[in-house]
């Protein structure tokens, strides 16, 4: 069966600390997309990223960092620098391209407190 | 465009009454998703629908009912509420083939009392 697990429930950082959320999946199936969504106060969701499972660079966005590792099921997502901007509930999902529908399945999010 | 719409923003029921909460899409997506986000339990997918006319039950979709009669909108009704729908509902949608990123709407907070 399909599942998201993002381990750490609440992080706190202090400005310019790096920081790094966990994800871990499982799924049978060999073609799956992974995916990071953001929801700051504000509740609305923001995607960051998208992979597919044929997939497995790093990839860098600014100060975001993904890596995604087959071998171990996870694809983590690291904040270099962080700032207050990024506080926020983070979601790592899954979507597996053979279910029906392919809709995410989310991880329960991690929330991420970044102080001045 | 608006991109995914929602309405209303906000809600406060009696338990057993019933709503309709509105989701419309202007970018011409296939695929249309409802989800619900409780406290510590992410968003789980209620029902989805591929297509105009079609609809299909997700994770949680008990007590709630969908509807797809047109591409741009869907849906989603309580015909009998409980307090444990008590929750901020999310409308999502997507293009069709390739499986590319959903784009949610702002949400609609139910409180059902």
């Known amino acids: 069966a399909q599942k998201v697990t993002q381990a750490q429930t609440e992080i706190s950082v202090v400005e310019k600390e790096d920081v790094t959320l966990d994800c871990v999946y499982e799924?049978?199936?060999?073609?799956?997309?992974l995916f990071w969504y953001k929801q700051p106060p504000s509740g609305e969701l923001v995607f960051l990223i998208r992979?597919?499972?044929?997939?497995?660079q790093n990839e860098i966005s600014g100060r975001y960092s993904w890596n995604f590792q087959k071998s171990t099921s996870s694809f983590n997502f690291t904040i270099t620098a962080s700032q207050v901007v990024d506080s926020a509930v983070y979601f790592c999902?899954?979507?597996?391209?053979?279910?029906?529908?392919?809709?995410?399945?989310f991880g329960k999010g991690t929330t991420l407190s970044v102080s001045s | 465009n608006a991109g995914v719409t929602q309405t209303p923003k906000f809600r406060v029921l009696k338990t057993g009454q019933s709503m309709t909460l509105l989701c419309a899409q202007d970018?011409?997506?296939?695929?249309m998703y409802w989800y619900r986000q409780d406290p510590g339990m992410g968003l789980r997918l209620i029902h989805y629908?591929?297509?105009?006319?079609?609809?299909a039950k997700g994770e949680v979709p008990d007590g709630y009912n969908v509807s797809r009669l047109k591409k741009q909108n869907f849906l989603l009704g309580l015909e009998s509420a409980a307090p444990s729908q008590t929750s901020v509902y999310f409308c999502?949608?997507?293009?069709?083939?390739?499986?590319?990123?959903?784009?949610f709407g702002p949400g609609t907070r139910l409180t059902v009392t």
């Open positions: 999502a949608s997507r293009n069709g083939g390739s499986v590319y990123e959903q784009y």
């Open positions: 799924t049978r199936d060999t073609t799956y997309y």
């Open positions: 992979r597919n499972s044929f997939d497995e």
């Open positions: 999902a899954l979507s597996e391209a053979n279910q029906a529908g392919t809709a995410l399945i």
């Open positions: 970018m011409n997506h296939e695929y």
């Open positions: 629908s591929v297509g105009e006319g079609t609809t």
